[in-house]
């Protein structure tokens, strides 16, 4: 069993890595079931699995928070990668190729005052 913490955007994910037959829960519901009609963010989720060739290989108990669909999908997928590293660390360099090991860093922008979000400007009127 391996503990791995993930983030993306504002999500927190704590993902468990157990030998077992490939089930995925997320916060107690099947994967499938929690990203329902985004088979882009399932593909994420599934990804770091696929790139070591161990997608049957492990049952994944995944707690996320905070965020939304996106990030948590996301967050989930980097802690699963950050998993798989610890649990055998030749499986690193494909991890780090897809580039899954890294934090994504991208974040919202503060709003500045004056404007309406972070750089959407109130409408202009001459008059």
Known sequence: MVLAT???KESVARVRLVSGTGRILVNGQDFQEYFKGRPGLLALVQRPLTEVGAREAFDVHANVY???VSGQAGAVAHALA?????LDPSWRPPLKAAGLLRRDPRMKERRKYGLK???KAPQYSKR
């Open 66 to 68: 905070g965020g939304g």
């Open 117 to 119: 979000k972070a750089r």
């Open 82 to 86: 950050r998993a798989l590293q610890t």
């Open 6 to 8: 993930g983030r993306r």
